[in-house]
């Protein structure tokens, strides 16, 4: 698999400098235009819908697990209401292997902040994060990112054909 370059478009600029912050660890940036992706989603995510899924996991057969994502579940629907939040799942569906539901975000700001959240809020849950590109296969397997233990998926249905 070949990948095109990450600097295309910022081809034939002067060289960055190499000097220090004053904490004398991180690199001075000069100041330069604030990127799009704060605003909207890069290529090829598809906005038109949903740009990401969040995929919170948990096992039903400990009582304990089980009862922190309920609560974690009403606890995102009450301080989120503005995301889209799927039924409760108590066992596994579709691609994924175990009991789970879905939170939805649509554009980068509730993405950034719901994945700050949920970074120290998700208690003993997985979480399957990935965005929504048109192509299932590639965004369950290639483009995902878990917090947490990742979890084998089921995913041989979603390749295309």
Not at 46 to 62: E, K
Request: glycine share 6%; charged share 20%; hydrophobic share 30%.
């Amino acid at each position: 698999m070949s990948y095109k370059s990450p600097l295309e478009g910022y081809e034939n600029l002067g060289a960055l400098p190499s000097t220090f912050n004053e904490d004398g660890k991180s690199l001075y940036n000069p100041p330069g235009p604030k990127s799009s992706s704060y605003d909207e989603f890069p290529k090829p995510i598809d906005s038109s819908n949903n740009g990401f899924d969040f995929h919170i996991y948990y096992m039903p057969n400990i009582s304990s697990e089980a009862q922190f994502a309920k609560e974690l579940h009403e606890r995102i629907r009450r301080e989120f209401p503005e995301l889209r939040i799927y039924r409760f799942w108590d066992k596994a569906v579709g691609p994924h292997p175990t009991a789970m539901f879905e939170v939805n975000t649509f554009n980068p700001h509730q993405t950034g902040a719901f994945f700050s959240w949920l970074t120290v809020s998700r208690g003993p849950c997985s979480v399957l994060i990935h965005p929504n590109t048109g192509d299932a296969y590639k965004d369950h397997t290639e483009l995902m990112s878990w917090m947490g233990k990742p979890w084998p998926l089921h995913v041989d249905f979603l390749k295309r054909h």
